[in-house]
């Protein structure tokens, strides 16, 4: 499977591409990152970021999308601008129909290190590794996105088969028989009529 992971953001919004299934060997497609210029208004960076992913998404044509969960944060103004980029990550993939999944970062982090409290120097480790690269994927934005993309296909895969299989086995199950109410005025059954 292929997926695009994105490190939302509007100065750099972080964008890796990772080819794997659980069990095998990841590869890394591509990564980098989007950037905007900080002094643009908001809707114009905004804009920037869309066209920016579009180029991504027809480049190379991923089968999932894994986003970075907006957590609140202390400054406003970063949670604001972090959550408009990932909107707009979300946007551009159900547009074309693919599939979004939302990853915490200490669940990206535990996924990809073994912790969930794990710094930015491991992370990139740990991908370099994972992903067997030379050296670290720069800037940090797109090391985390390729995290992203990485915690997705061990971790999201299993959801979604998990989530499919729940569902299967709903839809196999045989309805269950309407109850009565006590005090209800529907017929009893026939062996307790008089």
């Not at 998404?57 to 894994?66: G, I, N, R, T």
């Not at 972090?82 to 996924?111: D, F, N, Y």
């Amino acid at each position: 499977m292929r997926v695009l992971g994105v490190d939302p953001g509007l100065t750099r919004c972080g964008v890796g591409v990772v080819d794997g299934v659980p069990g095998r060997p990841l590869t890394m497609v591509a990564c980098g990152v989007v950037r905007t210029p900080a002094e643009e208004d908001v809707p114009l960076r905004l804009l920037r970021i869309e066209q920016g992913l579009e180029l991504w998404f027809d480049q190379h044509q991923p089968e999932l999308v894994a986003v970075e969960r907006v957590f609140a944060q202390h400054n406003v103004r970063t949670v604001m601008g972090t959550a408009q980029a990932s909107a707009v990550a979300m946007l551009c993939a159900t547009r074309r129909g693919i599939p979004v999944t939302l990853h915490t970062p200490s669940e990206v982090k535990a996924a990809v290190t073994g912790s969930g409290r794990a710094d930015k120097d491991q992370v990139g480790a740990m991908v370099t590794r994972l992903l067997r690269l030379d050296a670290p994927p720069k800037p940090a934005d797109a090391a985390d996105a390729l995290a992203l993309a990485i915690c997705h296909i061990w971790r999201g895969s299993a959801s979604g088969r998990i989530a499919a299989a729940v569902a299967a086995s709903r839809a196999a199950a045989p309805a269950a028989p309407a109850s009565r109410t006590p005090g209800s005025r529907g017929a009893r059954p026939k062996e307790y009529r008089r």
